[in-house]
C-alpha cells in the first residue's frame, strides 16, 4: 500500500479535475479525448467557482496520482449519479499504474470527512461491474433503487450509490486558542 500526500483541489487547480475525469470516466481506456463527450463537462467545468465544490488530489512520488471531488448540480445537467439539488455528485480516479494500492481509500476517506462539514449526503454513480462497487460499500455507501441507468462513454451498465454522512463540526488550528497563553 502507498501512503499518499493529498491536497486540497483549488480552483486554480481545475486541470487536475479535467486531466482527472479522463481516468474517472475511463476515457483513457478507450483511447478518447475528454472533448469526445461535452456532456461530461458538468463534472469539471469552472470546478472550483462555487463554494459548494469539494475535492483532493493525490501526489506519490511527487507526481499526480489521483483525484476526487464533488460537485452540486442540477437535475437538468442530466448527471449520472444525480439524487437532489442538495446531493453533490462524486467523481474519483486513480492513475492506471496506481490502482489498488490505497490511493482511492485515502482519498474517499479524507473527502468524505470535509464533506460531512457542508452535505448531508453524497452519492456517485458507478460501473455495476467495477471493483469500486466494494470500496464504495466498506465506506457505508448503498445502491439507490431503481437507479440503473448507461454511461454516457460507452453504454455500459451503471447504478447510483448513496452515502449518509456524519454532521462534522469544522474545527481550526486556532480554535480554543488563547494568546495570552502562548508560553505554557
Known amino acids: 500500500m ?6 486540497f ?19 483513457d481506456e478507450l483511447n478518447k479525448p475528454l472533448t469526445d463527450f461535452p456532456a461530461l463537462d458538468i463534472y469539471q467545468k ?12 493525490a501526489l506519490v512520488d511527487n507526481k499526480i496520482s489521483g483525484a476526487i471531488w464533488i460537485r452540486l448540480l442540477k437535475a437538468e445537467d442530466g448527471a449520472m449519479g444525480y439524487v437532489d439539488a442538495n446531493t453533490p455528485v462524486l467523481n474519483i480516479a486513480v492513475i492506471p499504474e ?29 460501473l455495476q461491474d467495477s471493483k ?31 452515502k449518509k454522512l456524519e454532521k462534522k463540526e469544522v474545527v481550526r488550528p486556532t480554535d480554543g486558542y488563547d494568546p495570552r497563553r502562548w508560553m505554557d
Open 2 to 7: 502507498l501512503n499518499p500526500t493529498l491536497y
Open 132 to 162: 469500486a462497487v466494494k470500496l464504495f460499500e466498506k465506506f457505508g455507501f448503498v445502491i439507490v433503487e431503481a437507479s440503473e441507468g448507461k454511461s454516457p462513454v460507452d453504454g455500459s451498465d451503471v447504478f447510483t450509490m448513496l
Open 9 to 27: 483541489l483549488r480552483s486554480s487547480e481545475q486541470k487536475i479535475a479535467a486531466d482527472m475525469l479522463r481516468y474517472s470516466m475511463r476515457l
Open 46 to 57: 469552472f470546478y472550483g467557482l462555487s463554494t459548494k465544490d469539494l475535492g483532493l488530489y
Open 98 to 126: 496506481l490502482r489498488s494500492k490505497g490511493i482511492g481509500f485515502a482519498m474517499l476517506n479524507q473527502l468524505l470527512q470535509e464533506a460531512g462539514a457542508v452535505f448531508e449526503q453524497v452519492s456517485v454513480s458507478v
